[in-house]
Nanobody, 118 residues
Framework: QVQLVESGGGLVQTGGSLRLSCVASGSTRDISVIGWYRQAPGKQRELVASVGRNGMIHDADFVKGRFTISTINADNTVYLEMNNLKPEDTAVYYC????????????WGQGTQVTVSS
């Protein structure tokens, strides 16, 4: 099994920056892709960015030029660098680890709150 722990959320003003961390532990060799998702109140959870073991990155259009996801480092940690934050970025940000085996369920972290004040 895989466990995920997120950290780095907080309250920032518009235009500010935050760096989120996602640390994976347990059966990390089973992880194929680590992604960051977010869920704002009353909205569905949406993909922010993801990175594969091969380094392939997928970004949502709304973060291009503002957010950067790191590669999966040797400590199985993935960072999400968020710059020029906007109030609409306010959400709970979740880390997700997808396994190589397609019929095995992905793992979610507990989430970290990001609040951007106007």
């Amino acid at each position: 099994q895989v466990q995920l722990v997120e950290s780095g959320g907080g309250l920032v003003q518009t235009g500010g920056s935050l760096r989120l961390s996602c640390v994976a532990s347990g059966s990390t060799r089973d992880i194929s892709v680590i992604g960051w998702y977010r869920q704002a109140p009353g909205k569905q959870r949406e993909l922010v960015a993801s990175v594969g073991r091969n380094g392939m990155i997928h970004d949502a259009d709304f973060v291009k030029g503002r957010f950067t996801i790191s590669t999966i480092n040797a400590d199985n940690t993935v960072y999400l660098e968020m710059n020029n934050l906007k109030p609409e970025d306010t959400a709970v940000y979740y880390c997700n680890a997808r396994p190589y085996t397609p019929w095995v369920q992905a793992t979610w972290g507990q989430g970290t709150q990001v609040t951007v004040s106007s």
